[in-house]
């Protein structure tokens, strides 16, 4: 396959000035990131990897930190996981309080923020140092350690992160959070401030394609099985309210961030990370979209 060939037509046919939507500005920090960023790159098994663009240039991660945290709390607490939080898509926003009501405090999915903060509530009770141990497993499957929080967009996200905050407190009400409220949120803004590029992306997320080995040392640090649960997950929950839709026009496992960041994996085969910050109204990179969608197109291989 010709990925060099591919993304170069991509990067030709597309442009910022195609796409209407707005940069995301409730957290004040990500608003002056620059809207005319564009890059890609793809990750193989071969350890080829091919790109174009801004695709080495670092951004906000933001939720796309989920995938990471929930395989370590599966490495924690293997099948278990599953009694705090639920694996069905939502349906809605992904910062939505309605549901949890309703069901009893148990988030729909890990990748929503209700299910992302049960998460951090684990990670916070049964690991000495969370912030530490994230850094260190990002880095280990990248094999770069020149992977940093973004102290920055942090303490922005902190400063107007009312919201998560009420979430931890209500599900903290309904009895499916352990810790105080506090620590589990700055853990949270601080997963989400990862700064990491296309490139260093998708490398990591190859442990996903990979079958839970570490790409440059064929390390095994994933059971298959959770492997297989986190790429269905991606697959039904990793869009937001829009997972349909991006399995429709993409056909890949993937998880997006309001950075404007995609990755998305083709089992046994390769990684993908794309980043333009201008997000449609459902909070996905309007042009990450659009370049996916043509790449699953024009290599004619998507997983279904
Ligand atoms: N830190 C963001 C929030 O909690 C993450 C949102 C996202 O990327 O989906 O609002």
């Not at 009312?162 to 903290?172: S, T």
């Amino acid at each position: 396959m010709d990925y060099q060939n591919i993304l170069d037509s991509i990067h030709d046919e597309m442009s910022y000035r195609d796409v209407k939507g707005k940069v995301a500005s409730y957290i004040p920090e990500l608003a002056k990131v620059d809207r005319k960023k564009f890059g890609m790159h793809v990750y193989c098994g071969d350890q080829q990897h091919f790109h174009f663009g801004d695709s080495k240039e670092k951004f906000s991660i933001q939720s796309i930190s989920k995938v990471f945290t929930l395989a370590m709390g599966m490495r924690l607490m293997g099948e278990d996981l599953w009694d705090r939080v639920d694996v069905e898509p939502s349906g809605d926003p992904f910062n939505s309080l309605t549901q949890l009501e309703y069901e009893s405090g148990i988030p729909r999915n890990p990748f929503i923020n209700a299910g992302a903060l049960v998460i951090s509530d684990i990670l916070v009770d049964q690991l000495k140092d969370p912030k530490q141990e994230l850094l260190d497993f990002v880095r280990e499957i990248t094999g770069d350690d020149d992977i940093h929080y973004d102290e920055t967009v942090a303490a922005s996200e902190k400063s107007t992160g009312y919201r998560n905050i009420a979430l931890v407190n209500y599900i903290k009400a309904l009895g499916n959070i352990k810790c105080d409220v506090e620590p589990i949120v700055d853990f949270y803004f601080y997963q989400c401030s990862l700064a990491m590029s296309c490139e260093q992306l998708s490398k990591a997320f190859m442990i996903f394609a990979n079958r839970g080995r570490i790409l440059e040392n064929d390390k095994k640090i994933l059971k298959p099985k959770t492997v297989k649960r986190i790429n269905a997950l991606m697959q039904t929950c990793g869009f937001y309210d829009e997972a349909g839709e991006f399995s429709f026009q993409v056909g890949l496992p993937g998880k997006s961030g309001v950075g404007g960041g995609i990755v998305a994996i083709h089992p046994e085969n390769y990684s993908v990370a794309v980043w333009s910050p201008i997000l449609n109204d459902n909070g996905n990179s309007e042009l990450g979209m659009k370049a996916l969608e043509r790449f699953t197109t024009l290599t004619g291989v998507s997983v279904f």
